[in-house]
């Protein structure tokens, strides 16, 4: 994008010399679809990107969540993981109820 924005300032200083009051169409509709094109890609690259982390943060706030319930303090748990490389995991498929 930055070389496109570049090359397009580089063509208006050269139309403005030339004493044109605007680029030639053709390389005006050449600067815009090319920017079009980079702008989507963009667009789509970052939709990509913060829904993948989107996911990873869903994930992660259900595994918390479990922990607290199994009453495994959230911090404990991330600690566990990052020093053990083993995550916590209940011990059953859901944790005794309080009597």
């Known amino acids: 994008m930055a070389a496109l924005l570049c090359e397009a300032n580089e063509a208006a200083k050269t139309a403005r010399a030339a004493g044109q009051v605007a680029l030639p169409e053709p390389v005006l509709a050449d600067l815009l679809a090319r920017y079009r094109e ?5 667009f789509s690259d970052n939709l990509y990107r913060r829904t993948r982390v989107a996911g990873d943060a869903v994930r992660l706030d259900s595994y918390l969540s479990t ?27 859901t944790p005794a109820t309080a009597t």
């Not at 980079?38 to 963009?42: A, C, E, R, Y």
């Open 67 to 93: 922990a607290a319930k199994w009453g495994i303090d959230k911090l404990d748990a991330l600690k566990q993981l990052f020093t053990t490389g083993r995550p916590w995991l209940p011990p059953a498929l």
């Open 38 to 42: 980079l702008v989507s890609q963009g």
